[in-house]
C-alpha cells in the first residue's frame, strides 16, 4: 500500500489535479476536506464534531483527521496506491501517514508541491464552484462548466462552498502558513519533495505531475 501526496495551500490545485490524473494513474483519491463535507451532508459523528471548524476555516483536530484516514486504509487492498489531496496538513498526521503505511509494508512514492502566489490563490478560491453530487471543481473564469451552474460530469448543482468567501479564504491561507507549510521542508529533508509551478493552466499542470508520478513508480521510499 503506497501513497503520493499533493502539497499545497488551498486554491494550489490539488483537487482539480486529482480530479485530472487518477484514473490514467490508477490511484485511489482521497480528498480528506471530500469526506469531511460528506460526513457533515450525512449528520455522522464526525461530521457533527469537523462542522464547526470547517465553517471557520480552521484545521479539524488531528485525532478526527486521523480515525477517518485509519478506516479508510482499513478498507483498502495491500496493492492500492492512493492519492491524497490535503492530507496530511500537519506534521503529527504526516507521522501517522508513515507508521501506517509501513504497517501495511507500503510507503510514500512521492511529494509534489504545488507553488503559487498568494494573489494566484485568492483569484482561484473565490471563482472556485463545486458540484455538490460528485464533488468535481470549476472556476468561474478559468475552468468554466459547459453549461453554467451545472457540472459537466453528472448533471449535478454547482455551489460556492462556504468556506470559499473570502473572509474565510483569508483565514484558510493564515492556517496553512502556520501548520501546513512546514510540511515542505519536512518532506524536502527525507528526500520526497519535488516543486512544480502550479500558476500554470490546470491541463498543463496536471500533464506535469502525471509525467513526475510516473518517474517515480519505480523506487519507493519508505
Ligand atoms: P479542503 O477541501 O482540503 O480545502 O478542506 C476543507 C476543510 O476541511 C479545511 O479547511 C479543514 O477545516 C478541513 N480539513 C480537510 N482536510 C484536513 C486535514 N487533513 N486536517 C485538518 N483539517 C482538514
Redesign the pocket.
Known sequence: MNAIILLGA?GSGKGTTAERIRDEAKLIHV????M?RQAVKKGTEIGREAES??KQ????PDGV?IKLVEARLDAGRPDDVYLFD????TVP?AELLKTTLARRGGGISRVVFLDAPRHVLVERLTGRRTCRKCGTNYHVVNIPPKKEGVCDACGGDLYQRA?DREETIIK?LEVYNRETEELISWYEKQGLLVRVDSSQEAGRLASEILKLIRGSDRGTAR
Not at 57 to 60: H, P, Q
Open positions: 488551498p480528498s480528506t476536506g471530500d469531511l471548524y470547517m476555516g480552521a484545521l479539524v483527521i490535503g492530507f496530511p496538513r498526521q468556506d484558510r
